[in-house]
């Protein structure tokens, strides 16, 4: 059993950066991690993956270049490096995590799910 809790989401302007965390309990080091979202109104999507080693990464189009994914498995703790933010980026973000890689990335499904964090851009 694998519990994750969000934090770090807030209010900023276009433009800005902001960074996400997702604290993991249980044996995180057997699972990939990854971060979605979901905006008012809309499903939710696939954001970014990160391999269980932390050596492979993933995004969707729309993050490419933009946002960072990376992980330090000693803390238990997946990032989620947020930088020039969009309006269209506002949406509550999920932390994820699945045995594996390929379901996070490719499928975008997970085994379990994070509460969620806010987080709003303002243009």
Not at 21 to 40: D, K, P
Not at 83 to 97: E, I
């Amino acid at each position: 059993q694998v519990q994750l809790v969000e934090s770090g989401g807030g209010l900023v302007q276009a433009g800005d950066s902001l960074r996400l965390s997702c604290v993991a309990s249980g044996r995180t080091r057997l699972y990939a991690m990854g971060w979605f979202r979901q905006a008012t109104g809309k499903e939710r999507e696939f954001v970014a993956a990160i391999s269980r080693s932390g050596a492979v990464p993933s995004y969707a189009d729309a993050v490419k270049g933009r946002f960072t994914i990376s992980r330090d498995n000693a803390g238990n703790t997946v990032y989620l490096q947020m930088t020039s933010l969009k309006p269209d980026d506002t949406a509550d973000y999920y932390c994820a995590a699945a045995r594996d890689y390929g379901r996070l990335a490719d499928r975008h499904e997970s085994d379990y799910w994070g509460r969620g964090t806010q987080v709003t851009v303002s243009s």
